[in-house]
């Protein structure tokens, strides 16, 4: 793909950046996480001259976002407060503040619901201008067009606020934002209009539904698939902003395919993601931090565990996947396929050692299993019994050795108080069980459909004794607040040794970007996008601890050889190699720092500028 040569510095004197996201503000899924880790590096090279565009929805906004007061709004001279200031008079209801993320960036957040009064000729134009029809039961839709209105409202009315040759451009990420753009082109409002999407909505269905995805692409019938789906509307608009904008981009080369057959339009930019690094820097402290938080996974292994049977926890390394629940588009079904072969490989080979390897998605469960709570409570009762033994025998050990003779060590035992000794073995005997430990810590609405817990069954891992790879399955995310863990996502991550993500479909996937940026090396596979630009930009990935699984043109059960190669010759590091690795990983997480990567976004701004 071509790009102009013009630098970032020069788009950003003559020109403001609007960049609008249904996330802004608004936490829904991974685009977030994109918009959100930008920040810093789009207000570093456009300052003053950016601005993000979101829906107002108060409840998710209350926590992150600091509006302006109407002094303050007054006072302001930029030209955004100025497009706003016209709005308020005009009787919309628009918010313009801070979001509170790292950069601070100038935000305007506009109520969708104000002209709900209006869907009927809104919706109305979208059909007879653009052939978009829209159903009359579906709120997101219907949220999603309200906020496309007014959106094509406020860069009208502030592209008339500018002076030349002062320019906008308006970046719009995804069709739920994507719906401004068709009535921007159509009323020829002098924006230079930027459409991104991250994953095309049919696409993703399509990889769900077919095993063949990849293979079936070129002889798609997008219309008739979207009505089988029934997202003909989200898919229309989709390629309305396609169509409409002046520079269309994606996020890695893997959706440059889709687009073209599913869109019908050839990317003009391959747009890669990144994270802001800085804040996962640890001033040297990672494997220190590493330590930290894998003792607190020791905490969790202990309680699921011994309660049934023990092993050595320094000679047992944590494996974990997470993301969204799609069984096969994430590769949970190859990382399981990979896993069962691992454990006999490990079984027949009579080294030492254990893996445990962590599924945390999100699915619908009704509470945490009793018992897995319960063996919680009851190892953090046998921790509380033994600092008190500990403490009463220190005390009466110096005690003896300051007023003894003898210099050989006491009977430490006796130190003990009989009321100790019996809670001691009370709760020990409460604790201990011959049952097997649990492969799910949750009790799922519908446990026999789920396709992990099928997997485990069938392949019969289910924890036994004997199994090298243990089983832990954790339907929610990971939180402070989770009696189990009682920590961060992050802080999960860094206290693991391996991250597995080998996706059948995942048009960037920042989750093994995160293991990195966190010095944790990571599998992803080069059906990824992630993956797909390592292979194509950093050399020696494999050394820096990123591990391509191909799965392109591969089948299924060579693509989990692979993956058991991978896992196996990892398993046969010993603790000085992952160490030297880890350190490798943490080196290399600056070349996916937004402020490498925010050129790619520069070149196609510079190239909408030229286009119009």
Not at 176 to 203: E, S
């Given at each position: 793909?071509q ?12 020109a403001l950046?609007?960049?609008?996201a249904?996330?802004v503000?608004n ?10 880790s ?5 207000v ?14 108060p ?5 992150e976002?600091?509006?302006f007061?109407?002094i ?12 706003v200031r016209?709005?308020r008079q ?18 305007v957040l506009i ?8 869907l ?14 829209t ?9 999603v ?17 500018v ?6 451009i308006?970046?719009?990420?995804e069709?739920?934002?994507?719906v401004?753009?068709?009535d921007?082109?159509?009323?020829q409002v ?8 991250h994953?095309t ?14 293979e079936?692409l070129m ?5 008739a698939?979207?009505r ?19 520079v ?5 080369e893997l959706t440059?395919?889709?687009c073209?057959?599913?869109l ?8 890669p ?9 640890a ?5 220190n931090?590493h330590?930290?938080y ?5 905490e ?19 494996l974990?996947?997470s ?9 949970f079904?190859?990382?399981?396929e ?8 490990l ?9 445990v ?5 999100k699915?619908?469960?009704t509470s945490i299993?009793p ?15 033994c ?5 009463q ?10 007023a003894g003779?003898?210099?050989?060590l006491p009977?430490?035992?006796?130190m ?16 201990k ?6 492969i ?7 446990d ?6 099928n997997f ?14 243990k089983?832990?399955?954790h ?9 189990l863990?009682?920590m ?8 693991c ?9 995942e ?5 093994p970007l ?38 392109q043109?591969?089948s ?5 050889e692979e ?10 590091q010993?603790?000085?190699e992952?160490i ?12 996916f ?5 925010r050129?790619?976004?520069?070149r ?7 286009r119009?």
């Amino acid at each position: 793909m071509q790009y102009p040569t013009r630098t970032s510095n020069a788009i950003a004197l003559d020109a403001l950046l609007v960049e609008s996201a249904w996330e802004v503000c608004n936490q829904v899924g991974g685009i977030y996480t994109v918009i959100r880790s930008k920040v810093p590096a789009a207000v570093q090279g456009w300052g003053d001259r950016y601005c993000l565009l979101g829906p107002y929805f108060p409840q998710q906004a209350q926590s992150e976002f600091e509006p302006f007061d109407d002094i303050q709004l007054t006072l302001l001279s930029d030209p955004f407060a100025g497009a706003v200031r016209q709005m308020r008079q005009m009787g919309y209801d628009v918010q313009y503040g801070v979001w509170l993320v790292t950069g601070r960036p100038r935000t305007v957040l506009i109520n969708p619901f104000q002209v709900y009064g209006h869907l009927g000729s809104i919706k109305s134009d979208l059909w007879h201008h653009h052939g978009i029809p829209t159903p009359d039961n579906d709120d997101l839709l219907h949220q999603v067009e309200a906020f496309g209105h007014l959106a094509k409202i406020f860069i009208e009315i502030l592209t008339a606020e500018v002076v030349p040759p002062r320019r906008v451009i308006a970046h719009f990420h995804e069709w739920m934002t994507g719906v401004a753009i068709p009535d921007l082109r159509r009323d020829q409002v002098p924006a230079h209009i930027v459409f991104t999407t991250h994953a095309t909505l049919l696409g993703r269905y399509l990889a769900m539904n077919d095993p063949n995805f990849y293979e079936h692409l070129m002889q798609v019938d997008w219309l008739a698939e979207a009505r089988h789906f029934n997202i003909e509307t989200a898919v229309s608009i989709e390629r309305a902003a396609a169509h409409g904008s002046h520079v269309f981009t994606t996020v890695s080369e893997l959706t440059v395919r889709e687009c073209i057959y599913l869109l019908d339009r050839f990317p003009d930019a391959v747009l890669p993601n990144g994270l802001n690094i800085e804040r996962f820097v640890a001033l040297h402290e990672f494997q220190n931090l590493h330590k930290q938080y894998k003792d607190k996974i020791n905490e969790f292994v202990m309680a699921h565990f011994f309660q049934s049977y023990s092993f050595d926890l320094d000679n047992t390394l944590y494996l974990f996947t997470s993301g969204r629940y799609e069984y096969h588009n994430k590769g949970f079904d190859l990382t399981l396929e990979a896993l069962a072969r691992l454990n006999y490989r490990l079984q027949q080979s009579g080294l030492e050692g254990n893996v445990v390897m962590f599924f945390i998605t999100k699915r619908p469960f009704t509470s945490i299993n009793p018992l897995v709570l319960q063996n919680r409570a009851i190892l953090d009762e046998v921790r509380e019994t033994c600092e008190a033994i500990q403490e009463q025998v220190g005390e009466r050990l110096f005690y003896a050795a300051a007023a003894g003779t003898d210099h050989r060590l006491p009977d430490l035992s006796a130190m003990v108080d009989d009321y100790w000794r019996l809670r001691y073995r009370r709760t020990l005997q409460s604790w201990k069980t011959n049952a097997l430990p649990s492969i799910i810590t949750h009790n799922l609405i519908d446990d026999q459909n789920d396709d992990i817990l099928n997997f485990m069954r069938r392949a019969n891992l289910l924890n036994y004794q004997h199994d090298r790879v243990k089983m832990v399955y954790h339907p929610d995310f990971v939180s402070p607040t989770s009696p189990l863990f009682g920590m961060e996502y992050g802080q999960f991550v860094r206290g693991c040794h391996l991250g597995v993500f080998p996706s059948y479909y995942e048009p960037w996937g920042y989750t093994p970007l995160e293991c990195i940026a966190r010095g944790v090396p990571a599998i992803t596979s080069d059906l990824s996008g992630f993956g797909d630009y390592v292979m194509q930009h950093v050399q020696d990935h494999e050394d820096k601890g990123i591990y391509v699984v191909h799965r392109q043109e591969r089948s299924f059960h060579e693509a989990a050889e692979e993956l058991t190669d991978m896992l196996w010759n990892f398993v046969l590091q010993n603790r000085r190699e992952r160490i030297a690795q880890r350190n490798r990983v943490e080196n290399s997480s600056e070349l996916f720092d937004w402020k490498n990567l925010r050129v790619y976004y520069d070149r196609a701004y510079a190239l909408a500028l030229e286009r119009f």
